[in-house]
Nanobody, 124 residues
């Protein structure tokens, strides 16, 4: 079974940092693109970042310069390092996987695999 588990969330003050991890199993991780999405209460799901199988990355404008996405195919894990966090970054963060791993990942349609998210709360 395909499994994705995001972890590393928590409560942090504005300006602080958190590092999220996405542990994957049940598929050829190195063949897949990985995306990070978030959903805040009362808001629509929002794309945050993605990395494809060739390590090409992209970030939403709202997080550019603050967030970094990476992956370690040997560990079947993707990461999202979040710095200079703002209250508007508060959301549940999800990692998702797409089999068109070599594609330009911001253009990928619905990611077919996702798992439980991790809560990130930015508040003083």
């Amino acid at each position: 079974d395909v499994q994705l588990q995001a972890s590393g969330g928590g409560l942090v003050q504005p300006g602080g940092s958190l590092g999220l991890s996405c542990a994957a199993s049940g598929f050829r991780f190195d063949y897949y693109a990985i995306g990070w999405f978030r959903q805040a209460p009362g808001k629509e799901r929002e794309w945050v970042s993605c990395i494809n199988s060739a390590d090409s990355t992209d970030l939403a404008d709202s997080v550019k310069g603050r967030f970094t996405i990476s992956r370690d195919d040997n560990k079947n894990t993707a990461y999202l390092q979040m710095n200079s966090l703002k209250p508007e970054d508060t959301a549940i963060y999800f990692c998702e996987a797409h089999p068109q791993g070599g594609a330009y990942c911001p253009a990928l349609p619905d990611y077919p695999y996702w798992g439980q998210g991790t809560q990130v709360t930015v508040s003083s």
